[in-house]
């Protein structure tokens, strides 16, 4: 992407995008925007390309549609975990680091996937309050499947995220 490319989506941005929430000035609240926007733009693809997956290829609809029903769950949890997670990253990450916005964002996606876990756990627990341990132990299978069956789409979004956000924020 060009200099008026990340111009043009800065100007997107913060006339009718996360640019215009509380905060968005301050590059690591900014950085939360932008990672909590690639997520939802990261769970509603994958809902669509399972959703596709499921009506093309057919298979046992309880691993594609579940999966499409299991992406529209996440994304209460997932959005503000990966707005968390990307204050949380943009502000471990030094200035001075080159690429600071992709690697912030790789890292707010791995750390969206624990917070999200943190989220799903308590909901866990909650909901069958005689068995905690089986609880816990759900909560952390769903994280790390929901990790493993993402991360070739959230991983990628996320670094895109993160690259124009640096770049917003370098030349703004």
Do not use: D, N
Request: aromatic share 8%; glycine share 12%.
């Amino acid at each position: 992407m060009g200099t008026t490319a990340v111009e043009t989506v800065c100007a997107l941005c913060k006339r009718y995008g996360p640019g215009r929430l509380p905060g968005a000035g301050r590059p690591a609240v900014g950085a939360g925007y932008a990672v909590a926007t690639a997520a939802l733009a990261a769970a509603m693809a994958f809902v669509v390309l399972t959703g596709i997956q499921t009506l093309l290829f057919g298979g046992p609809i309880a691993v594609t549609g579940e999966l499409t029903y299991v992406g529209l769950l996440a994304i209460p949890l997932v959005v503000p975990a990966a707005f968390a997670g990307g204050v949380v990253a943009w502000r471990l990450l030094p200035e001075s680091i080159s690429y600071r916005g992709p690697l912030a964002s790789l890292l707010a996606t791995v750390l969206t996937c624990v917070f999200a876990t943190l989220l799903v756990v308590p909901l866990l627990i909650a909901s069958s309050p005689t068995q905690p341990r089986a609880s816990v132990e759900l909560g952390l299978l769903v994280g790390i499947v929901g990790f493993l069956t993402t991360f070739w789409l959230t991983l990628p979004i996320g670094a895109v995220s993160g690259w124009i956000h640096e770049r917003a924020v370098t030349e703004h």
